[in-house]
């Protein structure tokens, strides 16, 4: 249930109000009142609302404490519940009880992002000075960009690399936007990228060095359904899942167990 056949304004009353539900156990209409600044009536028309969708039982009015209470068993209408849902509830409190790490978002130039994105959707490849982080001084390169990936935090272009003669990941923010792109050519040599179109199956376990009581709740806080998880990415994106993962971290809270590779089928190539 969505409410979607609503206007947006009431939409998102009756969402609210889902979400306190499911978080809080209760509601009032006041709730609707400090949020929204609306009516009592438009209150009370917004509760109507919402109980006549509600499933029978799931909710009872406490006369005493003058609120409706929602059952143990409560599911919330428009959708199965997400922690942002928790952020965003405590986010809006009198006294927010909430704050997240700073975030060091990555340079994102769109100097350099538009004309990888050009060349791109031309097929063309693009002559670049790119500084690595393995080479003392700038290099020039010539690339054919193939895909975009994030690893969460940054776009990264993946290009068939002619000096190097294989595929790799170039960070845009080290592409040099005042010396780069004033050269392309056609791209059609650029081979298939197998890495891309082939499954890494990585399968972890809690750490060994850790207790078994620590390794039970690491089974919890990763969501493992046996004594395996098991984490399915490209080969090609294979390094930043790692990384994501914490596996190369000095004390993980996972370790590796195998990791195997499978081609994907041609139905699974063109389905994602």
């Known amino acids: 249930m969505t409410f979607k056949d609503l206007k947006h304004a009431q939409r998102a009353r009756l969402e609210y109000l889902d979400r306190l539900f499911f978080w809080e156990g209760a509601a009032t209409r006041a709730s609707l009142i400090k949020q929204f600044g609306i009516s009592n009536a438009q209150a009370a028309l917004d509760f109507r609302t919402y109980l006549a969708e509600a499933p029978k039982d799931a909710l009872h009015y406490d006369a005493s404490a003058r609120r409706y209470l929602a059952d143990a068993s409560f599911e919330q209408l428009t959708g199965k519940a997400s922690s942002i849902e928790l952020e965003q509830l405590l986010s ?31 097929n063309e490849a693009t002559q670049i000075v790119y500084q690595s982080m393995r080479d003392p001084e700038p290099m020039t390169r010539w690339i054919a960009p193939v895909r975009f990936a994030s690893d969460g935090v940054r776009l990264h272009v993946r290009a068939w690399c002619f000096e190097r003669e294989g595929f790799r990941d170039f960070h845009p923010a080290r592409i040099d936007p005042d010396h780069s792109f004033s050269k392309t050519k056609p791209a059609d040599a650029v081979p298939r990228d197998y890495d891309w179109f082939t499954w890494a199956i990585l399968k972890l376990k809690p750490h060994s060095r850790l207790t078994e009581a620590q390794q039970r709740v690491v089974r919890i806080e990763f969501g493992f ?22 596996l190369e971290q000095k004390e993980p809270r996972l370790e590796r167990v195998s990791v195997s590779y499978v081609p994907m089928s041609e139905e699974e190539i063109n389905a994602i």
């Open 92 to 122: 809006s409190a009198p006294l927010p009880a909430f704050d997240r790490l700073p975030d060091l978002q990555r340079t994102q130039n769109l100097r350099v992002l538009r004309p990888l994105f050009r060349a791109f959707r031309a």
């Open 225 to 246: 359904n046996g004594d395996m998880l098991e984490a399915r990415t490209r080969k090609a994106l294979e390094f930043y899942t790692e990384r994501r993962w914490g």
